[in-house]
């Protein structure tokens, strides 16, 4: 889990907030996977149409990043509160 309740991982706001595509401990593997999807499925033909398909790569990736650490802040959320 990501938090600053859990020791040596990296604080949830700073993965949501990060300008970087990819943070390390993230699955660089599945970021490429989509980044070749994306190309071959939208077959850019200037370099502003593969720019646009970065864009895109990346908000999708921001995407599922801010899903990871919204399930990850709720769980926290709730297991604090099981323990009162």
């Known amino acids: 889990m990501v938090g ?13 907030l990060s300008k970087q595509a990819y943070i390390d401990g993230e699955d660089l593997y599945e970021l490429n996977r989509i980044r070749r999807n994306m190309m071959a499925e939208d077959q850019p033909h200037s370099e502003w149409e593969t720019l646009q398909v970065g864009r895109m790569v990346a908000c999708i990736w921001k995407l599922r990043r801010i899903q990871v650490s919204e399930v990850e802040l709720l769980n926290t959320v709730f297991f604090s509160i099981q323990r009162y």
Not at 4 to 16: L, V, Y
């Open 4 to 16: 600053k309740n859990f020791p040596g991982a990296m604080p949830t706001t700073r993965c949501i």
